[in-house]
């Protein structure tokens, strides 16, 4: 498997991306075209095209909006436990002064590296990616959304 790093850490779910998506886009942009050079079914193709967009859209946001707050609420789980693992105790307090891009990129260091970035980031405000860029030493993750 290829070694991540912060340049290839997205992931992208083929069918989704490269599939059911550019084939709603072609097919709104075939019904936007239609509206306008087929003037007999001109309402048909206006009716097609609301409907094909609110599938783009629901595809897009629903896909977006449970993934993504199943995988949130795991990435705290695992920075709080991580930190109890490293430093023996609550995470409480830290978790408040921290926002979730900056919880969501230590995960991409090992536990020394931790420690540090997680210092600079509480006194130094580093945002997420900030913290990412200083990670000298990447821990992948293959298993996210």
Known sequence: ???????????FYPPHHFIYLPMLLVLEVFGI???????GNELIWKL???????LLYLAIMLRQH?????????????????????????SDEIEEKLNFGQIAALRFSYDDEFKKLLQKALT??????DIKKSITAWKPDHHRI
């Not at 075209?33 to 003037?39: A, C, L, R, T």
């Open 66 to 90: 449970y993934a993504l707050g199943i995988q949130n609420r795991l990435v705290r789980l695992e920075f709080k436990q991580r930190y109890f693992e490293i430093f023996g105790k609550r």
């Open 33 to 39: 075209y239609k509206i306008f050079n087929d003037e």
């Open 124 to 129: 130094e405000n580093l945002s997420g990616d």
């Open 48 to 54: 097609f095209s609301g409907i094909i967009f609110l």
């Open 1 to 11: 498997m290829k070694s991540q790093n912060y340049s290839n850490h997205r992931k």
